[in-house]
């Protein structure tokens, strides 16, 4: 129903900025929440931020004041602006979307996933 497919990825020394961008294809509807999750090598998916159908945003504190949210409804897309990144951002990103309005902390709370995309801070 819903295809996810996230780009923007890449190499970025610390303090450095990258976008990342999330595309919906398919059946898609305005009011399912959205977000971003990451998941480094060893490490479980973890709660990035994520957009409710109204447009209202909710950081992990890790990333608070960083990273900024933002959805495109007629565009079918939503973009993840990174900055001052640390080298503990490093992992794939992945965005996801809800059935449901709200967001979710939860992984398992979303039903459709992005292939995901690697981003990678150096020292």
């Known amino acids: 129903q819903v295809q996810l497919v996230e780009s923007g990825g890449g190499l970025v020394q610390a303090g450095g900025s990258l976008r990342l961008s999330c595309a919906a294809s398919?059946?898609?509807?305005?009011?399912?929440?959205m977000g971003w999750f990451r998941q480094a090598p060893g490490k479980e998916r973890e709660f990035v931020v994520g957009?409710?159908?109204?447009?209202?945003?909710y950081y992990a504190d890790s990333v608070k004041g960083r990273f900024t949210i933002s959805r495109d409804n007629a565009k079918n897309t939503m973009y993840l602006q990174m900055d001052s990144l640390k080298p503990e951002d490093t992992a794939v990103y992945y965005c996801?979307?809800?059935?449901?309005?709200?967001?979710?902390?939860?992984?398992?709370?979303?039903?459709?996933w992005g292939q995901g995309t690697q981003v990678t801070v150096s020292s």
């Open positions: 996801a979307a809800r059935v449901y309005s709200t967001v979710s902390y939860q992984p398992e709370a979303y039903r459709y």
């Open positions: 398919g059946r898609t509807f305005s009011n399912n929440a």
């Open positions: 957009i409710h159908w109204n447009d209202s945003k």
